[in-house]
């Protein structure tokens, strides 16, 4: 207790008061700082340093001094009836209540203050279609979307791009709710009546803050004028937004909109991309189709040509793939005609960008950069941008790129569950549920999607994520999304027959699972021979040799791999190009082991900067981590990936962790996983044979669920 008073009397408890809250302060001047660009990132742990330090010696000056009329003197040297501490202390208590009441306003500001808006900004919602035939809504679409790529050329304007703009279709939301979550203070709408070959068109620009109507006119014209029609309203509409928004409309490059010279074809093409947007089996194959005739219509319209090689790409890589190099070849030929036909056309260049998506990441930069560049509304292209980017090991521009494709397009479904993964990735589970579940989210129809996300590759909530599957695959039926993490969560938790009946092309996982060896190789080689230059079926392939132990087979295929891939750069994923670090090293070539095990490293320092935490960065690191004959750096990575996530148990049967086979902090850690496992497994029963989300859509095998207890409540 006397301790405690002499704390007092001399300060020393307000001034720790005092230096925690001016602390504070400062690191939040900091961080405005930092974020307006005036100071470099390093301020901010530069500065935490400093106050760190700083911390401990003014409190020992509090301790040893005290301020008298005469100066700071030695506590000791003042009497102490001439002591003014309690003076000094009623002082540092003002000084206290006003740093609180400012660091209490500046929460308050950043709590609730309202968001500040661009004033150069502006959102095309989709035209109302007034035909009276729903089959005509593409064409008012089309149009809206052609207005939208023409504004979003002038360089002073941000424009929200179509998936956020057109996201309010059929709502009833009033204009200032759609400015506030699109962030704009502009918004342009209208309507498209078409009857035979009559159209009329109505267009307003309204001030989303005061709901004034600033400009509007209407258009009456025949059918085949469309395309003038177009560049007319998007000059009125630009010469209103140069007047209140002064912009340098005269310095934009002006986008020519798609033309085509049957307006049968521009029909077909509208149509079509629509239905590219939707993706799905049957919509690609209808796209095709309405392309095909587009082109019998009208050879020359080069918008159409790139849209049938992105279509045609889609359909055969993303929901059939029995011929990929066919489909390369297909859409290549389609894009070589359509830039011979308009060289500057941005959705050819977002062709060659998805195209060189497979085999050539740095060409699928330069191609989406100038994608956008020519039109910069196209925010489809930012999504295989950052994937290329993440492709490249380039982590920091891959999230930079990401949050531009928020600002820009911030309602984009894509967009936002690359973003959630992202977070993920940087092991920000907390932030990544939050943003699923916020009010810029919209959860219908696809809310079990944005859980599945994160359930089961990043949280190891195989229960969870099995749930969010099957809810998602009654939505959406014919999609193949992330079918492969519903056949390993099955795995993983020992229900062979049911991962093995979701996908056939993806049972060779269960036959790894179950030692099955000859039949997963003979399945993988089978699928790397119909598609011989295809990364992922021979990654695949490799893989399993390399499971089942035959690293001498696998070593070749590892090898053709890192050939594709950019000097100095890993494999698709650090585990696989550990695994050809040890089978060079099982080969007999040290040095070329070394040489990729410091690729893997130099890959690491570059994931970390960019904030990368999560459970397959351990992994990575444990199997590092064995390779330099680290066994207690191999234990510590293997526990953190458990507590994180990690939640397959193939993982410690991996050849590399040989020498580890008997070490009882192993087993204890293998042991450890198979008691997780062990209640993943009663969750998913007791889900599927009792609680069942989709019984309509899907049902267990009967013998999955023989002798299964209904647990009670």
């Not at 392309?291 to 319209?301: G, T, V």
């Not at 509304?377 to 891959?398: C, Q």
Request: charged residues 25%.
């Amino acid at each position: 207790m006397a301790l405690f008073s002499e704390l007092k009397r001399r300060n020393v408890l307000r001034m720790a008061v005092l230096y925690v809250v001016a602390a504070w302060l400062i690191m939040q001047v900091a961080e405005v700082l930092i974020g307006l660009g005036v100071a470099p990132d390093s301020i901010g742990p530069a500065t935490f340093k400093v106050l760190l330090i700083g911390f401990p010696i003014a409190l020992a000056i509090s301790w040893y001094y005290e301020i008298t009329p005469e100066g700071l003197k030695l506590e000791k040297n003042v009497d102490r009836g001439e002591s003014i501490t309690h003076v000094t202390g009623r002082r540092m208590d003002f000084i206290v209540i006003a740093l609180l009441s400012a660091a209490l306003l500046l929460f308050a500001y950043d709590k609730w203050w309202p968001r500040g808006t661009m004033d150069q900004s502006i959102a095309v919602l989709p035209f109302t279609n007034m035909s009276g035939d729903a089959a005509q809504e593409y064409f008012s679409d089309g149009i809206s979307e052609e207005l939208l790529n023409l504004l979003a050329q002038f360089q002073d304007l941000r424009v929200i791009s179509r998936s956020s703009s057109f996201s309010f279709k059929g709502k009833d939301v009033d204009l200032r709710t759609i400015a506030d979550q699109l962030n704009v203070s502009h918004v342009l709408e209208g309507s498209v009546r078409r009857s035979g070959d009559q159209i009329r068109i109505t267009a307003q620009l309204i001030d989303a803050r005061s709901d004034a109507h600033l400009w509007s006119q209407s258009y009456d014209r025949q059918f085949g004028d469309i395309f003038a029609v177009q560049e007319e309203i998007a000059g009125a509409i630009g010469d209103a937004l140069k007047v209140r928004l002064a912009l340098t409309a005269d310095e934009a490059v002006r986008r020519v909109p798609a033309k085509a010279a049957n307006m049968d074809a521009y029909d077909a093409y509208l149509e079509a991309r629509e239905l590219i947007r939707r993706r799905g089996r049957e919509n690609l194959e209808v796209a095709v189709e309405l392309l095909e005739r587009a082109l019998r219509l009208d050879e020359a319209f080069a918008p159409a040509h790139a849209q049938l090689a992105i279509a045609t790409w889609h359909l055969e890589n993303r929901v059939s793939r029995p011929n990929l190099e066919q489909a390369r070849r297909t859409a290549s030929r389609h894009i070589d005609r359509a830039q011979e036909i308009e060289p500057e056309l941005a959705e050819a260049y977002a062709g060659r960008a998805l195209l060189a998506l497979g085999d050539d990441q740095n060409a699928a930069v330069n191609f989406a950069q100038k994608a956008l560049l020519l039109n910069p509304s196209y925010t489809e292209v930012m999504n295989w941008l950052y994937i290329a980017l993440l492709r490249l090991g380039r982590y920091e521009e891959y999230v930079a790129t990401l949050e531009a494709l928020l600002e820009k397009d911030p309602l984009n479904p894509i967009g936002q569950w690359n973003y959630i993964t992202m977070l993920a990735r940087q092991g920000r589970i907390t932030e990544a549920d939050d943003f699923a579940g916020s009010d810029m989210i919209d959860n219908s129809g696809r809310g079990s999607y944005l859980d599945l996300v994160t359930a089961i590759p990043w949280r190891g909530d195989i229960a969870d994520g099995i749930l969010s599957h099957l809810i998602y695959r009654a939505e959406f039926p014919t999609r193949r999304t992330e079918i492969d993490e519903l056949v390993q969560a099955f795995v993983w938790i020992g229900e062979y027959d049911e991962a093995r009946r979701l996908d056939p092309d993806l049972a060779f996982l269960v036959d790894v699972a179950e030692g099955r060896f000859d039949s997963a190789i003979l399945a993988t080689q089978s699928r790397m021979q119909q598609n011989p230059e295809n990364q992922s079926s021979i990654q695949a392939a490799a893989n399993v040799l390399y499971a089942a132990g035959r690293i001498d087979g696998a070593l070749p295929l590892f090898e053709s791999l890192l050939a594709l891939r950019p000097k100095g750069l890993p494999l698709a994923d650090g585990e696989a190009t550990m695994r050809l670090a040890f089978g060079r090293r099982s080969a007999g070539n040290e040095q070329g082991a070394q040489e990729i095990a410091e690729i893997v490293r130099k890959d690491q320092a570059a994931r970390h900067a960019a904030g990368f935490h999560n459970q397959y960065e351990n992994r990575t690191k444990a199997m590092l981590a064995a390779f330099d004959g680290e066994p207690d750096r191999v234990i510590a990575e293997f526990k953190t990936a458990i507590d994180i996530g990690l939640r397959d148990p193939l993982v410690f049967a991996d050849p590399i962790f040989e020498g580890l086979r008997d070490d009882p902090r192993f087993v204890k850690l293998k042991e450890g996983l198979d008691v997780i496992l062990a209640r993943e497994r009663e969750k998913v029963l007791q889900l599927i044979c009792f609680n069942n989300p989709t019984p309509d859509n899907w049902q267990p095998l009967p013998e999955t669920c023989e002798g299964v207890e209904r647990r009670k409540e």
